[in-house]
């Protein structure tokens, strides 16, 4: 199936000899399921918690977290400090 060339019309009426279109394959969209990671924000055993510490203390702590090179982010350093904290 070939699409119509909608300059077609201005060419003709230019006099000019018109353009050969090229064959191209049709090509067919394939749909594919994309499947989302959950993040912690939408699973439902996590809960959003909001709390004020100083910027200072923030800080040093994002440092040390990139320094030790691990995968493990402020909220994972916030939960298991907390699991110690609640002793389990």
């Known amino acids: 199936m070939s699409k119509t060339n ?12 018109p353009v050969a279109e090229p064959n191209l394959p ?18 439902p055993d996590y809960v959003q918690v909001g709390v004020y510490i ?6 040093k702590a994002k440092v040390l977290l990139i320094q030790e ?3 493990r982010d402020f909220s994972q350093l916030i939960g298991d400090l907390l699991q110690q904290y609640v002793g389990s």
């Open 6 to 17: 909608q300059f077609r019309s201005l060419i003709e009426a230019s006099g000019q000899a």
């Open 26 to 43: 049709v090509v067919h969209a394939v749909e594919t399921k994309r499947t989302r990671r959950i993040g912690k924000r939408t699973a």
């Open 54 to 59: 100083p910027k200072a203390l923030h800080n």
């Open 69 to 71: 090179g691990h995968d």
